[in-house]
């Protein structure tokens, strides 16, 4: 017995038809997109915490992670907005040894703006979700 054999004797199968009986496809739609926004944001907000000279490297991986999931969204109205973000994303990335030097030798410096772009990054997933939320 597979595992999708298994959920339908759950009544997984059952479930999921009701919940989209329940749930218009424009809720459901709407679901998906704030939930992709916030797991944007988390990335980016754990990136922003980890900028600091010993957190660097996480705080890149991050940010990695937080591209990787921009590219992966296949919502074309939501395009210019995850275009945004990844132009954002894209510039900190390819200077990330620059930044990351920089950093090494005064913790305080900000090069490139790069707290103030994640700043950014995420005000842009902040305000897509009150937007969307409020239809």
């Known amino acids: 017995m597979n595992i999708l054999e298994s959920l339908d004797n759950l009544g997984f199968l059952s479930f999921k038809k009701l919940i989209n009986s329940i749930m218009p496809a424009k809720e459901r739609r709407q679901s998906e997109i704030i939930i992709n926004y916030i797991r944007i944001y988390s990335h980016l907000n754990t ?27 296949g919502f074309e109205e939501e395009m210019p907005y995850f275009k945004r973000l990844a132009g954002i994303l894209d510039f900190i990335l390819k200077n990330k040894q620059h930044i990351t030097g920089r950093m090494r030798k005064d913790e305080a410096s900000d090069p490139y703006h790069v707290k103030t772009s994640v700043l950014l990054a995420e005000n842009i997933c902040i305000l897509r979700i009150l937007k969307i939320n409020k239809y």
């Open 47 to 73: 990136a922003f915490n980890l900028l600091t000279r010993k957190d660097s490297r996480l705080a890149f991986d991050h940010l990695s992670i937080a591209r990787k999931i921009i590219r992966q969204s």
